[in-house]
């Protein structure tokens, strides 16, 4: 529910937003990198069954991207965290949402 969480306020912050507004916003793309930590962590924290039932990115991908973002926080690729937000953390949120029960 954490992972799902993070990534529609990723959505939500960045969905009207150009790419020229977000390369050039520090304040966008920290809100971005923050969420993201936050959805890595809760992904490191999955089962085994779990990271199973997931998509690949929700498991092992969103930790590795934490452990990138952590060792290397300040030269973060902004047109790389952009790529992320924009393409692949709306996939991500869309797919998690069929995947929570309807009572959460």
């Given amino acids: 529910m954490s992972i ?4 529609e ?5 960045t969905n009207r937003c150009t790419k020229e507004r977000f ?3 520090v304040q966008l ?3 971005a ?3 993201l930590l936050a959805a890595a962590e809760s992904a490191k924290a999955l089962t085994a069954q779990t990271y199973q039932s997931l998509p690949q990115v929700a498991g092992k991908a969103l930790g590795d991207l934490r452990d990138g973002l952590v060792d290397d926080d300040d030269n973060v690729d902004p047109e790389q965290l952009w790529q992320v937000v924009s393409q692949e ?3 991500l949120a869309a797919e998690l949402k069929f995947r929570i ?3 959460v």
């Fill in 89 to 91: 953390v709306p996939l």
């Fill in 9 to 13: 306020q990723i959505v939500d912050t």
């Fill in 101 to 103: 029960p309807p009572h």
């Fill in 23 to 25: 390369l050039s916003s």
């Fill in 4 to 7: 799902y969480q993070a990534a």
């Fill in 29 to 31: 793309q920290t809100a």
């Fill in 33 to 35: 990198i923050v969420k």
